[in-house]
């Protein structure tokens, strides 16, 4: 068996784990809350300005810094998107053993951590 087939089992096996169910079942509920969905809109908006601003060498103002504060406050107050964060959160850490996995997998026999 390839190594791509193998990525592609690994994967099939990836989107049947509780994690990734969680996932996508949390995603379509803020796909369909419409307040959700804008939320993570507007911040997404405000974040970009504010990069922006910064990349240009100027300081954001202090009302974008506000308004992004503000709008976090209300998505951390959001039961759909906290959890969606939970369950983005909890499929990261997911994959980050997935990685660490196939990092042990490509070390020589033998060698390790220490």
Avoid: C, W
Avoid at 28 to 45: L, P
């Amino acid at each position: 068996m390839s190594v791509f087939e193998k990525a592609k089992e690994l994967g099939n096996e990836i989107r049947q784990t509780e994690e990734y169910q969680e996932l996508e079942r949390t995603s379509q509920n803020v796909q369909e809350n419409t307040e959700a969905n804008q939320m993570i809109k507007e911040i997404q908006e405000l974040q970009q300005q504010i990069q922006f601003a910064q990349q240009s060498g100027v300081q954001p103002s202090q009302e974008q810094v506000q308004q992004f504060n503000d709008m976090k406050a209300k998505m951390d107050a959001n039961l759909t998107i906290q959890a969606y964060a939970k369950a983005q959160e909890s499929f990261n850490q997911l994959m980050q053993n997935v990685n660490s996995s196939i990092s042990e997998g490509i070390k020589p026999e033998g060698e390790s951590d220490h």
